[in-house]
């Protein structure tokens, strides 16, 4: 028996959570609302974590999401520093690391992921990874103490970021990639090439297709030990080798999980619950296929639709074309859409040399995907054509 | 309602121009520019959709 909540449970008070919050009321919904939230800061923004706060640029209040008067008028009741350790959908009641039992009526699941880290790195001082603003700033501290080395592993989208920042603050900078070239998978071998020729020309000395075998030290990291047998001296290491959801407090539950929390095509994953952002794994319907996405723009939408679903079951599914940005160095990269290493890459206005460019994807003849170098207004008119489901041809003929 | 965009947030990243192209427009110079700073009624859901999809929180609505 399906029916709206009266109360709603948020669990995991940042992006898409705090959305869904404000989503709720903006819907209407006047009935009580929680946030819980695992970390004891006001939900924050984390892309600024790579970029202006850990460059130095920026304090860590201008990254706030939100601020306790704004809560308070929008009636949104936080628990800050609250984990949740375990869910009984029987009873709908959550178990807290503080041994409390609290009912719930709707939930919206939205604890996100948490960064993979290097086994046996544990206890080794310099050694991080980034995802929260604890991190950021015990990764900002090292970095202010102007090491010798820093050595990132892995060049994806977070790795790419801190090599720029670091190099913005003139250290000394090794990035280690396991793939040839940096990104292929997600932008094919041509551009993430392009990708990978960027942090050469800012004098990151870019080590691909070589694995880190061990990050050592006394104590204190000292080198990076690669899989060629080659070594690197470190003072500082930044591990971004991608994330994992935060799903273990779900064990046991009945729900299902695969790599997140599955949903169905409305980020429905049982009656009065919802799943969103960087955990929740959903059919979109756009592009026929089963994702998780791990953007901002994704968790903000994601969290909104989540909660629209609870209150009204003809809220239907959740479509978006994936959008993110990562900047690096004074580059604006975009990508929009959901590109395959082996899609088809066109590059349509501007020129990959000067690094100003946009480049569409095209699958089975739709455009499938658009990345741009500092051409946004050309990356959302393209993701506007996916959206519409148009053909690669029309695509190609597009005049922007 | 007066649109009213802090250009010291804004990146430039034409996602309120996604929304309403005819009030918000990414130019070649990679700037943002607002083509309709006062629009009517029956464009308060979009632009309010803007400031809440906005990556900056850069645009606000001023109420004069
Ligand atoms: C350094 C960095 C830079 C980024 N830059 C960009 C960018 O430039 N562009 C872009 O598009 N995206 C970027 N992203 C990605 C974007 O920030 C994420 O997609 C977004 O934060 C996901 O939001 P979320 O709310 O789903 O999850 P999260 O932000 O991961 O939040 C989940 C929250 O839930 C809490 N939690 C977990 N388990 C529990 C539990 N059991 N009980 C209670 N609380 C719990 C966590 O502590 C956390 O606060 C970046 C991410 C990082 C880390
Ligand atoms: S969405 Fe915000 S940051 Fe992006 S162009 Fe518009 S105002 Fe600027």
């Known amino acids: ?62 990254a706030a999401l939100t601020d306790p008067e704004e809560l308070e008028e929008d009636g949104i009741e936080a628990r800050l520093g609250v984990r949740a350790t375990a869910l009984d959908l029987d009873a709908r009641q959550l178990a807290l ?45 090292d970095f202010e103490a102007m090491p010798q080395r820093v050595v990132v592993v892995g060049a994806g989208f977070i790795g790419a970021e801190v090599a720029a920042t670091a190099r913005g603050r003139g250290l000394d900078v090794t990035m280690v990639e396991a793939l040839p070239t940096p990104l292929s ?33 006394d104590g204190r990291v000292e080198r990076v030990t690669l899989s060629d047998g080659s070594t690197i001296d470190a003072d500082v290491v930044v591990v971004g080798i991608g994330v994992i959801p935060n799903t273990e407090w779900l064990d046991g539950s009945g729900l299902e999980v695969d790599d997140g929390v599955v949903c169905d095509a409305s980020c429905l994953a049982a009656d009065r619950v919802t799943a969103a952002g960087d955990v929740a794994r959903w059919p979109n319907e756009l592009f026929g296929e089963t994702m998780r996405v791990e953007h901002w723009d994704n968790a903000a939408q994601q969290g909104a639709h989540a909660a629209r ?92 | 309602m007066r649109i009213v965009v802090d250009f010291d947030l804004c990146e430039s990243n034409a996602v309120c121009m996604q929304i309403a192209p005819d009030i918000f427009e990414v130019r070649d110079d990679d700037f943002l520019y607002i083509l309709n700073e006062t629009p009517g009624e029956a464009d308060r859901a979009r632009v309010e959709e803007c400031v809440q999809r906005c990556p900056k929180q850069a645009i606000s609505i001023a109420e004069d």
């Not at chain 1, 041509?190 to 061990?214: K, N, Q």
């Not at chain 1, 993701?383 to 922007?400: K, M, P």
């Open chain 1, 309 to 400: 679903r609870l209150l009204d079951a003809a809220a239907g599914p959740f479509t978006p074309v994936p959008w993110f940005w990562s900047d690096q160095y004074d580059r604006k990269i975009q990508l929009a859409g959901r590109v395959h290493g082996d899609d088809e890459v066109r590059v349509v206005t501007g020129s990959v040399d000067e690094r100003r460019f946009a480049a569409i994807y095209g699958r089975a003849g739709r455009i499938v995907g658009v990345l741009g170098f500092n051409r946004p207004r050309h990356v959302m008119r393209y993701r506007a054509l996916i959206e519409q489901g148009a053909s690669f041809d029309e695509a190609l003929a597009a005049e922007y």
């Open chain 1, 185 to 217: 998978r997600v932008l094919g071998d041509e551009m993430g090439e392009v990708c990978a020729e960027v942090h050469r020309d800012h004098g990151v000395d870019l080590r691909t297709a070589v694995g880190v075998e061990s990050i050592s030290g």
């Open chain 1, 1 to 62: 028996m399906t029916r709206t909540p009266r109360a709603v449970t948020i669990v995991g008070a940042s992006l898409a959570g705090l959305n869904a919050a404000e989503a709720l009321r903006r819907e209407g919904f006047d009935g009580p609302v929680t946030l819980i939230g695992a970390e004891t800061h006001l939900p924050y923004d984390r892309p600024p974590l790579s970029k202006q706060v850990l460059a130095g640029d920026w304090e860590p209040e201008r």
């Open chain 1, 97 to 141: 690391h503080t041994g409390e039992t609290v009912e719930f009526d709707g939930l919206v699941i939205a604890t996100g992921a948490r960064c993979r880290t290097m086994p046996g790195t544990e206890g080794i001082g310099g050694v991080h990874v980034l995802r929260s603003l604890d991190d950021c700033l015990a990764l900002r501290a």
